[in-house]
């Protein structure tokens, strides 16, 4: 499989700083979702990355620290509960999505976004469905966002450990179920998310 076959097409356009989006937390009950861009030097491939879903959490944490390292730039932004809110999960991505795009140090001139939709950017753009499969740029994204949000949600817990955010990362498991019941809802949580959970 060639990781960057992506990247090589939009350097084959003109392009030169290429930047792969990817985001984490859309399906969660509690928390905000992230998003990360990443621009890689080109020809780059870090030994180990794959989809974030694919790799433990032990191996998430240590290409967390390498793809900072490695990458020529990386952002990593959110959208908060409050705008999911008011804005609903898709729009509030998209919008975490062009925060981080936004936010890199050297300016992008081409994004790859995972998945089948494409943020408001000011750049030329695709999407890639299972991008993070398919494209390096995208899956080290995919760590930046995924390992944030986690450590994040480990806050969560020491604020409010009643809810085990720790060990479901806000998902809408059997353990963080029966704590909304039990407890009902903190200021982490996604109201609209719970409207069939606390009928």
């Known amino acids: 499989m060639n990781w960057l076959e992506f990247e090589e097409k939009a350097l084959e356009q003109g392009y030169t ?10 399906g969660p009950l509690a928390g905000p979702v992230c998003a990360a861009a990443v621009i890689l030097p080109k020809g780059k491939v870090i030994d180990g990355v794959n989809d974030s879903k694919k ?11 390498v793809i900072k390292a490695e990458a020529e730039s990386y952002s990593i932004a959110y959208a908060s509960v409050q705008e999911i809110e008011e804005m609903n999960i898709l729009n509030a991505t998209m919008l975490a999505m062009k925060r981080a795009v936004e ?6 001139d081409y994004a790859m976004i ?9 750049i030329d753009s695709e999407f890639i469905i299972k991008g993070d499969a398919k494209s390096m740029s995208i899956a080290c994204a995919s760590i930046l966002a995924k390992v944030s949000r986690d450590k994040l949600l480990y806050e969560y817990a020491g604020e409010y450990p009643q ?10 498991t059997k353990l ?24």
């Open 55 to 65: 790799l433990t959490e032990k191996k998430r944490e240590a290409l967390f620290e």
């Open 103 to 108: 936010g890199l140090d050297i300016k992008a």
């Open 17 to 26: 700083s290429i930047c792969g989006v990817d985001e984490a937390g859309r």
């Open 114 to 122: 995972d998945g089948n939709r494409i943020p408001d950017l000011s």
């Open 163 to 172: 809810y085990h955010f720790d060990k479901h990362k806000g998902y809408g």
């Open 176 to 199: 963080h179920v029966e704590a909304l019941k039990e407890f009902g809802p903190c200021p982490y949580h996604r109201m609209s998310f719970l409207r069939k959970i606390l009928k």
